[in-house]
């Protein structure tokens, strides 16, 4: 089992200052767009408090960085895109106003897929962010920003969106633990929109403990000690037709498998018709995403106030502004399309519940993503990520194993309900008995 590592820091000062060093060691990476100018500053109030006896809370002094659509007041609010370069959040996120209750330190803002359209992370303000793994490979999108500078040390977790596997395929490309919540509205004030139907916020860091930690606070629940769920008996459902072709990647898969088993798990093979469907179903982001974007570039300052402004501007991606100009044609969210998006939302959601019940599973498996990157430039993830982004159920991805090229293959657990908390603790389980030899 990985340890935690969001652990208050003895020296809030010296913690900081040592991050911030370890960001311009990494500047090559482009995994940051710009640091907070008070982190230092924040970090002496906090050792001060800390001198005092104080303590502001479970994560007081630690450093977090966060991607670049997620508000934090009076920083850039970037989206990567360069037309927003001057934009700058009024406020802070709701989540992040939970951060920095709980004592965390916004120590800086992560670059990420422009728009968060992307599952490779590239923009027009940073550019390509690469894999500290392997930097000639992609850290995987859209919050390739958030997971590269926690692999290189900048910080020991990182906020991320998560709206069809933006969270738990950099996660997986770098090693990560990353955890999509299931789908609440609520939880998203202050975030700018791909898709009001689909986006998620949520943590990317080194161990279960540590997104448990995270999960809690961001959603303003009590912080409770996780206890992992005994593997025993326990009846996991894995999913054959998401497996990757790659001999190596099917062996650290099968390998990990069986590593359940040695702890006790009954793994029961799932069959899912209704995956057929699902890379053929039209995004619900190309129709929503438009008029959730322009109603928010309305409420912002100095920036274009319409994505025909940003468009017209010709700062943004140049790779993009075909799919843009297309979005643009989207005069209605409630077309025939849309609808039939949503009316497969409710299916598949059906389909996933009945397997569950029928198979008297506590969680399904699957690898993250079907290939592993290449180069810096994108890879089909195959449909594993969609399934908990069209549900809206929770699911987390954790490394299993690496590759004889090094490369991490990530384990994405989809829970059978929106309980993340039952689906943590049997994360746990599983890291415990996939850590019982080092992977």
């Not at 800390?50 to 002094?61: D, T, V, W």
């Not at 689909?198 to 606070?217: C, E, F, Q, Y």
């Not at 894995?238 to 088993?261: F, G, H, P, Q, Y």
């Amino acid at each position: 089992m990985r340890t935690m590592r969001l652990v208050p820091p003895s020296d809030c000062r010296e913690e900081i200052a040592r991050r911030l060093e370890i960001v311009e060691q990494n500047l090559h990476l482009n995994a940051i767009l710009g640091v907070n100018p008070e982190a230092i500053s924040q970090a002496e109030k906090c050792q001060q408090l800390r001198r005092e006896k104080k303590s502001l809370g479970p994560l007081h002094g630690i450093p977090l960085i966060v991607k670049d659509n997620i508000a934090c007041a009076s920083l850039p609010l970037t989206l990567g895109c360069k037309a927003l370069e001057s934009a700058i959040a009024a406020k802070d996120a709701l989540v992040i106003q939970r951060l920095r209750k709980a004592g965390a330190i916004i120590l800086a803002r992560a670059n990420m897929s422009e728009f968060a359209f992307d599952v490779r992370s590239r923009s027009s303000l940073g550019g390509d962010v690469r894999n500290p793994l392997c930097p000639a490979l992609t850290a995987g999108g859209s919050s390739g920003g958030s997971a590269a500078s926690v692999i290189a040390g900048m910080a020991d977790g990182a906020l991320g969106t998560d709206t069809g596997g933006s969270i738990r395929i950099p996660c997986s490309y770098t090693g990560l633990v990353g955890l999509r919540p299931a789908f609440r509205r609520q939880q998203l004030a202050g975030i700018a929109p791909l898709s009001v139907s689909k986006d998620t916020v949520g943590p990317m860091v080194h161990s279960v403990r540590d997104a448990a930690l995270l999960h809690g606070i961001l959603h303003g629940e009590e912080v409770a000690e996780l206890s992992p769920t005994s593997l025993k008996g326990v009846r996991l459902g894995v999913i054959r037709a998401l497996e990757s072709e790659n001999s190596d990647e099917r062996t650290v898969w099968n390998k990990a498998l069986e590593r359940l088993r040695q702890a006790g798990a009954v793994i029961v093979e799932i069959a899912l018709p209704i995956l057929a469907e699902v890379e053929s179903q039209s995004c619900l982001s190309m129709y929503e995403f438009p008029v959730a974007i322009n109603s928010w570039l309305a409420a912002q300052t100095a920036v274009p106030t319409t994505l025909r402004g940003i468009v017209d501007s010709g700062e943004c991606l140049a790779e993009f502004i075909p799919l843009l100009e297309k979005m643009l044609e989207c005069q209605s969210l409630k077309n025939p399309l849309w609808l039939s998006g949503r009316r497969f939302q409710r299916r598949l959601t059906h389909a996933l519940g009945l397997a569950a019940e029928q198979n008297r599973i506590e969680g399904f498996l699957y690898p993250t993503v079907r290939r592993l990157p290449e180069s810096l430039n994108k890879m089909p993830p195959g449909c594993a990520p969609e399934l908990a982004a069209i549900s809206g159920l929770p699911a987390i991805t954790m490394p299993c194993g690496r590759t004889q090229k090094g490369l991490p293959v990530g384990m994405e657990i989809l829970g059978k309900e929106s309980d993340e908390f039952s689906l943590l603790s049997l994360a746990l389980g599983c890291e415990c008995a996939l850590m019982s030899n080092e992977i």
